[in-house]
């Protein structure tokens, strides 16, 4: 049990008394992530939400209201159409994202607007093969 500070004692001295003590008795020789570096987050300001932000993170959830999390997805889609490895395939991811663009053009939901409409699939297949040519190309 750790004694109790000294009347007269300033606490900056006696708590370095304290650590110097544990140290060379061993107590610090085998704490669980000895050698690792430190969470970054411990430099970060005190966040009172911090463990809601963490799960969130670890389950992938968002909390970006509808019409942002839609637009997210469709320039998410639109890369990976462009990245597709076959026209089928970017057919219909734009296809897809573009069903789901509409639901929301005819059924705003509440928050900011969307701001996008439906992407052109032959549009977007074109600009899939000229990216494909200039990738053989280069």
Request: net charge neutral; aromatic share 8%.
């Amino acid at each position: 049990m750790t004694e109790r500070k000294p009347p007269g004692v300033p606490f900056e001295s006696w708590i370095d008394k304290q650590i110097q003590d544990a140290e060379r008795r061993g107590e610090f020789d085998q704490l669980p992530g000895l050698g690792r570096p430190l969470d970054p987050e411990i430099e970060s300001p005190y966040d009172e939400l911090w463990w809601i932000r963490r799960k969130m993170a670890r389950e992938g959830l968002s909390v970006l209201p509808p019409a942002l999390a839609l637009r997210k997805e469709a320039e998410d889609a639109l890369a990976a159409a462009y990245a597709a490895p076959s026209e089928r395939i970017v057919r219909k991811i734009i296809t897809d994202v573009n069903v789901k663009l509409r639901d929301m053009m005819f059924k705003p939901p509440p928050g900011p607007p969307l701001g996008m409409k439906p992407y052109d699939v032959e549009q977007v297949v074109r600009q899939w093969r000229e990216r494909r040519a200039d990738a053989a190309d280069g």
